[in-house]
């Protein structure tokens, strides 16, 4: 009897363990927006033909690509609005994808154009001031111990998101799936009601009571245990001679980790699975494949949620570079064999149809094991605390620029390179970025944020910079 309830002991959750995975998922809830925002164009502007059927192409690649762009703007507000509050700006992105359901929802009665166009639009400065917000927020309020995996859940509530809106989409038009869409955004803006603001930020601003109350909530301990982790979070490392304001920002130990989080931003975007991701329907119609569009859209909208939840097993475990190193093979490895697929063209047997979904199947699994996930979970963890607001906002426009470019332009390249040639494009950089964690990218796997900043400075002061 003494046995058993000792292994009951131990399989229960330690309360913090408990809270803080809490807090996390409700922070996710904003990367499940950013989902629905993301996947809503793969059904919803086919379905859009029933209302619009002279729909012009350059009109449809505005409400595909219009997203990323509102999406800059949202990230640029982002640096005011993360310095004011985390929290608080996870709020307001909730509150920008509502209205922009509602929008888009309400354009079918209206029949009104106009109206998807501003919905996509705040759609998008919704998902900008939700990555990096998600993201800091969830490192922030993280034990060491459990940041990698609880940094990952935002990328699974993403990878939610497709697969709800694909799975909806199939069934549902373009306006009643918007109206759908507000179901999570709803339960984000409700949770963060109630959610604390970060102890780090709290502690840098001077409010250490509030630091201390909500670090003493989060850890499960009481307020006199946790102090003086306070106290070091209230004063981030810094080289000799480093002063205070703006020239930080232009310092090697702030640069460094910024050009990390940036290439790792590059990878996510240019490895050719968003485009995946917005255009799927189209991607499978022009790839040749025989098998059902939609079919295939469920299946990999499945692939993803599964693979990138198994990554939060994985991530703690395997370490940060394996799972990176492991993502950007496979992953460039499958673009390369549909890239292979669409060079040969009609000479494929028809035995071979199924190649193009099984190529796009093993890009979502190696995508979602590493390049889905860890591109946000070490933008919460390199980048430096004094910071993290300015360079988290950079960084995740960065990464909003990138996918604006290639959503925008990727019919332009298909004309200029072909189909094949494109798809060789994307295999590459998804390889180029095997080297690149080899050399570069540090493994954070157990280490606190101080520990990591840290480390960063002491590389700084070696090379005398």
């Not at 922070?27 to 619009?52: D, K, N």
């Not at 799927?280 to 098998?291: A, K, M, Q, R, Y």
Request: positive net charge.
């Amino acid at each position: 009897m003494l046995e058993a309830g000792a292994l009951l002991a131990r399989a229960r959750p330690h309360p913090a363990t408990l809270v803080q995975t809490l807090a996390a998922l409700a922070a996710a809830l904003a990367y499940l927006g950013v989902g629905e925002v993301r996947a809503w164009a793969a059904t919803g502007v086919p379905s859009m033909s029933s209302t619009w059927p002279d729909l012009a192409p350059e009109v449809r690649s505005w409400v595909v690509s219009l997203p990323p762009l509102g999406a800059m703007g949202g990230s640029a507000l982002s640096s005011c609005t993360l310095t004011y509050s985390r929290r608080g700006s996870l709020f307001l992105s909730g509150l920008m994808f509502l209205i922009s359901f509602i929008l888009v929802g309400a354009a079918h009665p209206a029949s009104s154009l106009p109206l998807v166009l501003a919905g996509r639009a705040l759609g998008g400065v919704g998902v900008g001031l939700a990555v990096p917000s998600a993201a800091i927020y969830i490192a922030e309020i993280s034990s060491p111990q459990l940041r990698g995996k609880l940094s990952s859940l935002p990328a699974t509530g993403q990878a939610l998101g497709v697969l709800a809106s694909y799975m909806a989409g199939i069934y549902l038009p373009w306006h009643t799936l918007a109206w759908v869409c507000t179901t999570p955004v709803v339960l984000l803006l409700l949770s963060m009601l109630f959610l604390p603001e970060t102890p780090p930020h709290l502690a840098r601003k001077g409010r250490r009571e509030g630091a201390v109350k909500a670090l003493a909530w989060l850890r499960a301990k009481a307020k006199e245990e946790v102090e003086e982790e306070v106290d070091r979070m209230a004063s981030p490392p810094t080289t000799p001679g480093e002063q205070g304001g703006s020239s930080v920002l232009f310092t090697w130990p702030t640069i460094h980790p910024l050009l990390l989080s940036c290439y790792l931003h590059l990878l996510q975007n240019w490895c050719g699975v968003n485009v995946i991701v917005f255009k799927t329907v189209s991607v499978f119609e022009s790839v040749g494949t025989s098998l059902d569009a939609g079919l295939c859209t469920a299946v990999v909208g499945g692939t993803q949620l599964l693979a990138t939840a198994a990554s939060i097993l994985l991530v703690d475990r395997a370490g940060r570079r394996p799972l990176l190193l492991a993502s950007c093979t496979l992953t460039g490895l499958a673009m390369a064999s549909l890239a292979t697929f669409l060079q040969v063209g009609d000479a494929v047997p028809a035995s071979l149809s199924w190649l193009p979904l099984a190529s796009i199947v093993t890009a979502f699994l190696g995508y979602s094991i590493g390049l889905a996930t860890l591109p946000y979970v070490l933008m919460g963890e390199l980048l430096p605390a004094r910071t993290r607001s300015l360079t988290g906002a950079f960084s995740s426009t960065f990464n909003l620029v990138c996918l604006f470019l290639i959503l925008k332009f990727y019919s332009q390249l298909v004309s200029l390179v072909g189909l094949a040639g494109v798809y060789w494009a994307f295999a590459a950089v998804c390889l180029s970025g095997v080297p690149f964690v080899c050399l570069f990218v540090p493994e954070t796997r157990g280490r606190s944020l101080q520990e990591i900043e840290e480390g960063f400075q002491g590389k700084a002061a070696r090379a005398g910079k």
